[in-house]
């Protein structure tokens, strides 16, 4: 709510300040909105990576216990190693991707 003062200058500062905060608060609220969608969608990606890796750790641990000798064993472990790096690594360019088309986002929004 804009108080007008007495004086011609004053109303104008006045005005002026309470745009400002109106701005800085869509601002803020806009930023807000862009930083949940972030949040809850990388939640998401997470849940779902840790869900999909506990299922293929708990396969390999499997096949290691019904593994008929100590090659074999080393050789699933080996297996699980390297493709557990690679899904690690394509995990976090998925997050990566998420806050950065996040950002952006938010960057395009204010610029409109």
Not at 17 to 36: E, F, I, K, P, Q
Not at 57 to 77: G, H, P, V, Y
Not at 95 to 112: C, E, F, H, P, V
Request: proline share 0%; net charge neutral; aromatic share 4%.
């Amino acid at each position: 709510m804009t108080t007008l003062k007495k004086t011609g200058t004053s109303n104008v500062h006045h005005i002026a300040d309470n745009s400002l905060v109106a701005g800085n608060s869509r601002a803020l609220v806009d930023g807000m909105g862009t930083w949940l969608t972030a949040a809850r969608d990388s939640q998401r990606e997470m849940v779902d990576f840790v869900s999909k890796r506990l299922e293929k750790d708990s396969d390999t641990m499997r096949k290691i216990l019904s593994s008929k000798n100590l090659t074999d064993a080393a050789e699933i472990q080996s297996r699980w190693i390297e493709e557990t790096l690679r899904d690690y690594s394509s995990e976090v360019t998925k997050m990566i991707t998420i806050y950065t088309k996040s950002g952006s986002s938010d960057a395009q929004n204010r610029n409109l």
